[in-house]
């Protein structure tokens, strides 16, 4: 959480992103000329100057990828009063999103969501592939939450998979790839919103194109490299509880990025019978 700032409000703001199975929300009752709320360990910024007359909403991609990021803004007494727009950002690219125009009479505020995602092109997920059960053979852990499950796997989300599992448990390459990101460095987490953004996360680019999301992974959990390449059933992480998660598991799905609307869609996948 980048700020929350408790003085008199002489305008509101409601400000809250969404990237993978959770929602990133950030507040603030000040009125400040210019903020900036980041995400994903700093790598995804969004910085908002404010004036008299309305609010300018720009992007910054410190990944050394492009990334596709998708806002939704909804707000009051302000133009235009709802829009999703959906931008591409080259590495280290900072560009301008939306402005806002205040009304001239009342208090006008605005809130938005945002999603991030790699940017993977014309991806096209291969529907043939059986991927492999995240852990070992030996292994069997419950589902916790399934595709479309009410908690968080809903929109993009909805073909995430979360396996309830004690942290420290062995997570294995669902399928091969090349990995892309990944973050170990957070021991933090919970059922509640301040835990938002310290998830530990792996990101693996299938040959198709498209993204495994392996997620809320636990503190120095991560055995392989930004660049590494892994085969399907490689050990390459273990599990934990960081992030927004209310019990230790591993949350795993498969994802690319859309040039409309959200910023990007899971894939449902199959899985290889033991
Ligand atoms: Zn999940």
Redesign the pocket.
């Known amino acids: 959480m980048k700020h929350l700032s408790l003085t008199p409000l002489s305008s509101f703001y409601f400000i809250c992103a969404i990237f993978?199975?959770?929602s990133l929300f950030h507040t603030t009752e000040s009125r400040a000329d210019e903020r900036k709320t980041c995400f994903q360990h700093d790598k995804v910024c969004y910085l908002t100057s404010e004036d008299k007359k309305g609010a300018h909403i720009s992007a910054q991609n410190s990944y050394p990828f492009p990334m596709r990021v998708s806002l939704h803004l909804t707000g009051h007494n302000i133009t235009p009063s709802q829009k999703t727009v959906n931008a591409r950002l080259g590495p280290g690219e900072i560009k301008n999103i939306i402005s806002i125009q205040a009304k001239s009479h009342g208090q006008w505020r605005y809130n938005w969501t945002s999603q991030l995602h790699p940017d993977t092109g014309d991806a096209a997920h291969d529907d043939t592939v059986l991927y492999q059960l995240p852990f070992p053979k030996t292994k069997s852990y419950p589902i916790?939450?399934g595709p479309n499950?009410a908690?968080?796997?809903r929109g993009p989300?909805s073909f995430?998979?979360?396996w309830a599992m004690p942290v420290g448990s062995e997570i294995l390459a669902a399928r091969e790839g090349t990995v892309i990101a990944l973050r170990e460095d957070s021991s933090r987490g919970g059922a509640s919103n301040q835990y938002k953004s310290e998830e530990n996360y792996l990101w693996i680019r299938h040959p198709d194109g498209t993204i495994g999301q392996y997620?809320?992974l636990k503190k120095d959990g991560v055995v392989v490299e930004v660049g590494d390449r892994v085969k399907k059933g490689q050990l390459i992480a273990f599990s934990g509880n960081t992030g927004y998660?209310s019990a230790p598991?591993l949350?795993?799905?498969v994802s690319s990025s859309q040039q409309h609307g959200a910023a990007f869609k899971s894939h449902p996948v199959n899985f290889a019978p033991r």
């Open positions: 993978t199975c959770f916790s939450q499950g908690f968080s796997h989300n995430a998979i979360d997620l809320h998660s598991h949350h795993f799905h």
